[in-house]
C-alpha cells in the first residue's frame, strides 16, 4: 500500500506563491511518475503537471510559465511551485503517483487533496 500526503495548501492573495508538497510512503519498489491535478466547483478534474521518473516535465498550458513540478526520489516526494496565482487557480488539488510496491504492479494513488484558495 502506498499512501500520499500532502501538503502547502492555503489562501494567497493575485499574485502570491504557493508551494505545495506530496511524499509517498509504504513499501514502495519504484515510482514511475508524478503529477498535479485540480478540481474547481463545478468542474472536472484537470491535469495541472507531470513529471517523469527521468525528470522530464509537462505542464497545462494555463500554468506553463507560472508552475513548477519538481521531484526528490530519494525521498518520494513532488512538489509544485506556484507563482503568479490567479483567482482561476483556485481548486482543491490533488498529487498522483504510478507506482509499483513489491507485491503489486503498477497502480495509480492518489492523495486526499488540498485546497488552494486565491482570493484578494
Known amino acids: 500500500q502506498v499512501q500520499l500526503v500532502e501538503s502547502g495548501g492555503g489562501l494567497v492573495q493575485p499574485g502570491g506563491s504557493l508551494r505545495l508538497s506530496c511524499a509517498a510512503t509504504?513499501?514502495?519498489?519504484?515510482?514511475?511518475?508524478m503529477g498535479w491535478y485540480r478540481q474547481a466547483p463545478g468542474k472536472q478534474r484537470e491535469v495541472v503537471a507531470a513529471?517523469?521518473?527521468?525528470?522530464?516535465?509537462s505542464y497545462a498550458d494555463s500554468v506553463k510559465g507560472r508552475f513548477t513540478i519538481s521531484r526528490d526520489n530519494a525521498a518520494n516526494t513532488v512538489y509544485l511551485q506556484m507563482n503568479s496565482l490567479k483567482p482561476e487557480d483556485t481548486a482543491v488539488y490533488y498529487c498522483?503517483?504510478?507506482?509499483?510496491?513489491?507485491?503489486?504492479?503498477?497502480?495509480?494513488?492518489w492523495g486526499q487533496g488540498t485546497q488552494v484558495t486565491v482570493s484578494s
Open positions: 498522483n503517483a504510478e507506482a509499483a510496491t513489491y507485491s503489486r504492479p503498477n497502480y495509480d494513488y
Open positions: 513529471i517523469t521518473g527521468g525528470g522530464s516535465t
Open positions: 509504504g513499501s514502495i519498489f519504484r515510482i514511475y511518475a
